[in-house]
């Protein structure tokens, strides 16, 4: 849940000079650490394909579970469904 808020926040049309996102963790498990650095990697494409397609809602959680598969951009669905099974880790990661 927490990785989908950052992206989302992440991913606003907003000034980045303006944007800060701060992320507070408790020490409660060691697997926080990884998993922000897994969403790291993906939010360099995930941010990428949320402008290039005007993707909304802008959380991948969400996205995925009310967004169909596109079939009219080639482009568009190899790339839904690239991030889409890396966006499946994220769940279960955070159960």
């Known amino acids: 849940m927490v990785i989908n808020k950052v992206?989302?926040?992440m991913a606003y049309d907003?000034?980045?000079?303006k944007l800060s996102i701060y992320l507070s963790d408790d020490g409660g498990s060691e697997l926080t650490f990884y998993a922000m650095l897994e969403a790291a990697t993906f939010s360099k494409k995930w941010l990428a394909f949320c402008k290039?397609?005007?993707?909304e809602p802008?959380?991948?959680e969400a996205y995925f579970k009310?967004?169909?598969e596109p079939d009219i951009d080639p482009l568009m669905v190899k790339d839904w469904l690239?991030?889409?099974v890396i966006n499946l880790s994220f769940?279960?990661?955070d159960v």
């Open 7 to 9: 992206l989302s926040m």
């Open 14 to 17: 907003y000034p980045l000079e």
């Open 52 to 55: 290039k397609f005007k993707v």
């Open 58 to 60: 802008t959380s991948p």
């Open 66 to 68: 009310t967004a169909f």
């Open 82 to 84: 690239s991030l889409k």
């Open 91 to 93: 769940i279960i990661i």
